[in-house]
C-alpha cells in the first residue's frame, strides 16, 4: 500500500514563502504516473493545486500560476511544491496525491495526511 508523508507547512506573512514535500514509500514493483497536490480551504472543497505527471509535464490551477512550482525527484519519490507570494487565500490543508500502479494494472490513488498552510494578512 502506497503511503504519502507530507511536511514543510505553516504560519507565514503574506507575500511570504513556503516549500511544501511528500515522500511516497510502498511503492516497490509500482510505476508513479503522476504527484500531485490538492488543498481544501476552511468550510470549501478539495481542490486541485498542481500534478507532476511522468515526463515532466505538470499541471497547475489559474489562481497559483507564476506562484507556485510542482516538481518531482523520481529517485526519492518526492513530489516538492514551492510557494511564493503567498497569499491570505491560500490558506488551506495541502494534501498530497500519487497515482501508481502495478505493470498492467490500473492505478491506484493515494493520499497523505494532510499539512496546514496559514497565511496571515
Known amino acids: 500500500q502506497v503511503q504519502l508523508v507530507e511536511s514543510g507547512g505553516g504560519l507565514v506573512q503574506a507575500g511570504g514563502s513556503l516549500r511544501l514535500s511528500c515522500v511516497a514509500s510502498?511503492?516497490?514493483?509500482?510505476?508513479?504516473?503522476?504527484m500531485g497536490w490538492y488543498r481544501q480551504p476552511p468550510g470549501k472543497q478539495r481542490e486541485l493545486v498542481a500534478i507532476?505527471?511522468?515526463?515532466?509535464?505538470?499541471v497547475y490551477t489559474d489562481s497559483v500560476k507564476g506562484r507556485f512550482t510542482i516538481s518531482r525527484d523520481n529517485a526519492k519519490n518526492t513530489v516538492y511544491l514551492q510557494m511564493n507570494s503567498l497569499k491570505p487565500e491560500d490558506t488551506a490543508v495541502y494534501y498530497c496525491?500519487?497515482?501508481?500502479?502495478?505493470?498492467?494494472?490500473?492505478?491506484?490513488?493515494?493520499w497523505g495526511q494532510g499539512t496546514q498552510v496559514t497565511v496571515s494578512s
Open positions: 510502498g511503492t516497490s514493483g509500482m510505476s508513479i504516473n503522476a
Open positions: 496525491n500519487a497515482d501508481a500502479a502495478y505493470p498492467g494494472e490500473w492505478p491506484r490513488t493515494s
Open positions: 507532476a505527471r511522468t515526463g515532466d509535464s505538470t
